[in-house]
């Protein structure tokens, strides 16, 4: 958002010297606890109380205002009465400060008064160039500064400590708790920003900064909403060129601003389905819950991101092997078999257990641990495998076993430092910290280990991807004025490049048969109207029309249209031949609110009208991108060819998702939406055989 001067993390995280507004003598108050939590943790910067009726407050001097601090500052906390806060905010400006972070509640959150202070606020941070955190917010620390600036109860029972682990969140409460549970983890989390309302600094700009800052390795984000959905990609981008991952919850998914324009495009593309096309397109890990979330960071502490998705898999149980066989599959991992020859080897090593892969090495393994030792080598040296998942169980934890299986693990996988290592185990924390110093992951449950290993790997993808490189859009579209009717919809769309159906328009019977003669059986005919958007719901269209029933199904279709919309302006009836075969899809693009221009792409039908198959990418994209969209869709195997059909060609419905991407992009400021559906995905080409395109409120 950046209301405010530009900044560095070090203005919002380590002062040098902090004035504390609304500060109290009692260290459990709002304005109370930073001052006590900085005072023990030894922040080295000033403090300096500001409080209208006190000489000191905890043992520091304190000055009845801000004018009254006999020196500049660089940082203002703000815990007073909302009615106030604007006005130490003036104040701290003139004194210096380049942030001020706003405890303060009773803003836009609380009411229509609140929304004006907020305002007011915003337009301080334009003109003074103060960045400001909040209001309403929790607060923030740097665990390497010893800037604890936050009223959470959560430091009491345990201050944070430098580490790779940065925190950016919405929430407060919810912020803190991700820090508490990452701390019982033992992962340290060493930056924490809530932002509250983001009247100025948002969780998109803290991501930026914390993906540019040397000591954060991995960012994980609470994400209720984003007012600036380019900032955020932006933020995104720039994690992904530093190679740091982001682990984002996005919470709230609801459908506001799908509601608004009249197609499947718009009703599809609900707020919750467009955040997680972004996240997914610019490199981000959405997690669903806390735990999930800090797998996945507990995962990155290796800094090993596999580029392909190959997992091998050992296990000294079948039944385990099949349950993360089947995890891996749930989560797009691939788990390939071992050559054959790698097999042969491995079964005349141990003829009873299975060599495949997932690789059986059974109990024997730790009656002789040179099975672990070979088996390991093998599948590293002959298999190509990314990663290793192995499942030991609550053996591995035995004493007796310990020592050895470790060994062993470590003479197999010896060479291969830049493969990721997963062990599913139960054992004491000293045997697990010794897995770890390896750097190796070691998870309870393997099925979570899965979780966490695809996420390593698409991190790994989007890396070696690198940042998007859009291709220019398209030169803008000249609309004719007015509600645009399908014909002139796919008008518009072919001069743009995409392949319609080739129809003509007949204002009486006897035009429809001579359009039927010209174009051959069988037919579809349809309403022409600008005022009829969904041409199916009033009985509109007929298909598999013959030559000799095209007048009575012209006129039927007139009446329909007439009893259906008698104010409606009909230009009469589209004759069109039928195209059957191939693969009903659905192409579609919208001006999402918070994102702007987004492409879908899914099948049509019913898994468009029940199982919402669909996929969505921020436009413009390129035919490589939409490659993936269209392998992201649960029934891309029918695309392909699924018993025996032909396959549709993949190539043309890219390059049509392309296109039609560069043109919403391009008309991003007049069109609202555009749809096209059916298409039909062919062996030989990708034809749509309707469009609907929705005006942009306030265009002619």
């Keep these: 958002m950046s209301l405010g001067a530009p900044t560095t993390l070090r203005d919002l995280l380590s002062p040098s010297a902090v004035a504390v507004v609304g500060a109290s003598e009692d260290p459990t108050r709002i304005g109370g606890r930073p001052i006590a939590y900085m005072k023990k943790h030894g922040f080295e910067g000033a403090i300096l109380p500001v409080n209208p009726n006190r000489d000191t407050v905890q043992g520091l001097r304190a000055a009845p205002s801000i004018a009254d601090i006999p020196r500049t500052i660089d940082y203002a906390i703000v815990a007073v009465p909302a009615p106030a806060v604007n006005e130490a905010i003036r104040g701290a400006a003139k004194k210096g400060a380049k942030a001020c972070l706003v405890f303060s509640s009773g803003f836009a959150e609380a009411d229509a008064a609140g929304a004006v202070l907020q305002a007011e606020m915003a337009e301080i941070a334009r003109d003074t160039g103060v960045r400001i955190i909040g209001p309403n917010c929790l607060g923030v620390f740097d665990a390497r500064s010893k800037f604890l600036a936050s009223f959470s109860a959560t430091i009491d029972r345990g201050a944070p400590e430098p580490g790779p682990l940065a925190v950016a969140s919405q929430s407060g409460a919810y912020g803190s708790h991700i820090y508490f549970v990452a701390r019982q983890r033992g992962l340290k989390v060493g930056k924490l920003i809530t932002t509250g309302n983001e009247v100025d600094?948002?969780?998109?700009?803290?991501?930026?900064?914390?993906?540019?800052?040397?000591?954060?390795?991995?960012?994980?984000a609470y994400l209720e909403g984003a007012k600036d959905g380019p900032?955020?990609?932006?933020?995104?981008?720039?994690?992904?060129?530093?190679?740091?991952?982001?682990?984002?919850?996005?919470?709230?998914?609801?459908?506001?601003?799908?509601?608004?324009?009249?197609?499947?495009?718009?009703?599809l593309a609900g707020e919750d389905v467009v955040y997680d096309a972004i996240l997914r397109q610019y490199g981000a890990q959405r997690a669903r819950s806390t735990e999930e979330m800090l797998d996945i960071a507990y995962a990155c502490r290796p800094?090993?991101?596999?580029?392909?998705?190959?997992?091998?898999?050992?296990?000294?149980?079948?039944?385990?092997?099949?349950?993360?066989?089947?995890?891996?599959?749930?989560?797009?991992?691939?788990?390939p078999p071992m050559p054959e020859a790698a097999q042969k080897e491995l079964k005349a090593r141990l003829p009873f257990a299975s060599p495949r892969n997932p690789v059986d090495v059974t109990a024997q393994a730790f009656n002789d641990m040179s099975l672990v030792e070979t088996n390991m080598r093998i599948m590293l040296e002959q298999g190509g495998y990314d990663a290793i998942l192995a499942f030991w169980t609550s053996v591995a934890g035995a004493p007796s076993i310990a020592d050895k299986l470790i060994h062993a693990i470590k003479a197999g996988v010896a060479g291969f430092e830049d493969r990721l290592f997963v062990h599913s185990l139960v054992a004491t924390q000293e045997i697990i910290d010794r897995y770890e110093a390896e750097g190796h992951l070691v998870f309870e449950d393997p099925t979570r280990a899965v979780v966490a290993i695809a996420a390593l790997m698409r991190f790994g993808a989007a890396f070696a991807k690198g940042a998007s490189d859009p291709p220019e859009p398209l030169t803008s579209a000249a609309l004719p004025p007015g509600p645009l009717g399908e014909r002139e919809a796919k008008a518009v769309l072919a001069a743009a490049g995409l392949k319609v159906i080739e129809d003509r328009l007949a204002t009486n019977p006897t035009e429809a048969v001579a359009a039927a003669r010209t174009l051959g059986e069988p037919l579809a005919l349809k309403i022409a109207s600008p005022d009829i958007q969904h041409k199916t719901e009033i009985g509109g269209v007929a298909l598999n029309v013959a030559e000799a029933d095209v007048t009575a199904v012209f006129r039927d279709i007139l009446d329909r249209a007439k009893t259906h919309n008698p104010e409606a302006r009909i230009d009469g009836v589209l004759v069109s031949p039928m195209i059957e075969g191939g693969v009903e899809c659905i192409l579609g693009a919208r001006n999402d609110p918070v994102f702007g221009p987004m492409v879908m792409a899914g099948l049509g039908g019913v898994f468009t009208e029940v199982l919402k198959d669909v996929s969505f990418r921020r436009a413009p994209i390129g035919p490589s991108e939409a490659h993936a969209m269209i392998e992201e869709l649960k029934g891309a195997a029918l695309l392909k060819g699924a018993r025996g059909a032909r396959p549709a060609n993949l190539d043309a419905l890219a390059e049509a998702i392309s296109i039609l991407s560069r043109f919403a992009a391009a008309n991003v400021e007049t069109i609202e939406s555009v749809e096209l559906n059916p298409v039909r995905a062919l062996s030989d080409r990708v034809v749509a055989l309707d469009a609907l395109i929705v005006k942009r409120a306030g265009i002619a």
């Design 303 to 335: 800094r090993i991101f596999p580029v392909n998705n190959r997992l091998g898999l050992v296990t000294i149980s079948g039944g385990a092997g099949v349950l993360m066989a089947d995890a891996a599959e749930d989560h797009g991992v691939e788990t």
């Design 231 to 267: 900032g955020l990609i932006a933020a995104l981008e720039t994690a992904r060129a530093a190679r740091k991952p982001v682990i984002v919850m996005k919470v709230g998914r609801s459908k506001v601003g799908a509601a608004a324009a009249g197609s499947h495009t718009a009703a």
């Design 201 to 220: 600094v948002d969780v998109a700009e803290t991501i930026r900064l914390f993906a540019q800052d040397e000591d954060v390795h991995t960012i994980a």
